[in-house]
């Protein structure tokens, strides 16, 4: 089964850049989704196909993937993006397709 | 406004049953996959199951596989997660989410519902 692993958790000071990677065998050849939750809130999707925003979603997210690993950069961190993040691709090797998460990684804004 | 609505979590004995529902309004219910997905408190997301927009097209992770069946009753806009033979380790929060497309291989889940506690305990 394809396994996404991502750091336990980042910490960043307001205004800097925040960045948590999603490593996966070969993932750049996959689209890789993120969602965002915050403590006692359903996730909530703040990047798909990579890179692309849902309208509402801030500039400051942004998404890349290469190679093994998948990057959720945010830019200009504020108080309000503290919460855990999560990415997530299709394992499709076989006839019954899965979705897969990453573990999560908490963001702790200093 | 997209909405999905859940009902059905409680307290169930290890080896019982329980049904969970998901209502959903405000898109075209029946042209979307949808998707059950659970956290145990303070831990991260695991899949549980997806459904295609016309029900051929099932899935279940490993974990539920045999004990767990969803489906979806399109006519009363509803996905339902049939939970049998239920583990203490099925302790968790229970999400709906719908999938951006009407098939599953690809595409992400959005947006999610509330969530439902399941909490399996003697």
């Known amino acids: 089964s394809y396994v996404l692993t991502q750091p336990p958790s980042v910490s960043v000071a307001p205004g800097q850049t925040a960045r948590t990677t999603c490593g996966g065998n070969?993932?750049?050849?996959?689209?890789v989704y993120w969602y965002q939750q915050k403590s006692g809130q359903a996730p909530v999707l703040v990047v798909y196909d990579d890179s692309d925003r849902p309208s509402g979603i801030p500039e400051r997210f942004s998404g890349s993937n290469s190679g093994n690993t998948a990057t959720l950069t945010i830019s200009r961190v504020e108080a309000g993006d503290e919460a855990d993040y999560y990415c997530?691709?299709?394992?499709?090797?076989?006839?019954?397709?899965?979705?897969?998460f990453g573990g999560g990684t908490k963001l702790t804004v200093l | 406004e997209i909405q999905l609505v859940q009902s059905g979590g409680g307290l169930v004995q290890p080896g019982r049953s329980l049904r969970l529902s998901c209502a959903a309004s405000g898109f075209t219910f029946n042209e979307y996959a949808m998707h059950w997905v659970r956290q145990v408190p303070g831990k991260g997301l695991e899949w549980v199951s997806g459904?295609?927009?016309?029900?051929?097209?099932?899935n279940y992770a490993d974990s539920v596989k045999g004990r767990f069946i969803i489906s979806r009753d399109n006519a009363k806009n509803s996905l339902y997660l049939q939970m049998n033979s239920l583990r203490v380790e099925d302790t968790a929060l229970y999400y709906c989410?719908?999938?951006?497309?009407?098939?599953?291989?690809?595409?992400?889940?959005?947006?999610w519902g509330q969530g439902t506690l399941v909490t399996v305990s003697s």
């Open positions: 070969n993932i750049g050849s996959k689209s």
């Open positions: 997530q691709v299709w394992d499709t090797t076989s006839d019954h397709p899965k979705v897969v």
């Open positions: 459904i295609s927009w016309n029900s051929d097209g099932i």
């Open positions: 989410a719908k999938d951006r497309w009407s098939n599953q291989d690809r595409g992400w889940l959005d947006p």
